[in-house]
């Protein structure tokens, strides 16, 4: 089972940018669709970016879908979430799982601990 460690959060004003990583742990790392998921207080957690195993296919929430990008380095067994354009919306606790690809829903309860991701002026 993959374990996940997310990281680059952090407080950035409105229009700013930041780029999350995501680090796994696991030999199959490179089998599974990996997605980001977010969850703002008082919210469920939603599905914002997926890629495919391969990395060739990508799927996006329509409230991220031209600012925000997925990619991924199998031979790091590292995803990333390149955000830019931000708004007061997209803050929320930001994390990475095994997902299917394109309809980013969650397979599994492998999650790690998340990381903070706050826009705010």
């Known amino acids: 089972q993959l374990q996940f460690v997310e990281s680059g959060g952090g407080l950035v004003q409105p229009g700013g940018s930041l780029r999350l990583s995501c680090a796994a742990s696991?030999?199959?790392?490179?089998?599974?669709?990996i997605g980001w998921f977010r969850q703002a207080p008082g919210k469920e957690r939603e599905g914002v970016a997926c890629i495919t195993s391969s990395g060739f296919a990508t799927n996006y929430a329509d409230s991220v879908k031209g600012r925000f990008a997925i990619s991924r380095d199998n031979a790091k067994n590292t995803v990333y979430l390149q955000m830019n354009s931000l708004k007061p919306e997209d803050t929320a606790i930001y994390y990475c799982?095994?997902?299917?690809?394109?309809?980013?829903?969650?397979?599994?309860?492998?999650w790690g601990q998340g990381t903070q991701v706050t826009v705010s002026s």
């Open positions: 799982s095994v997902a299917s690809c394109p309809t980013r829903a969650a397979v599994g309860e492998s």
């Open positions: 696991g030999i199959y790392f490179s089998y599974y669709g």
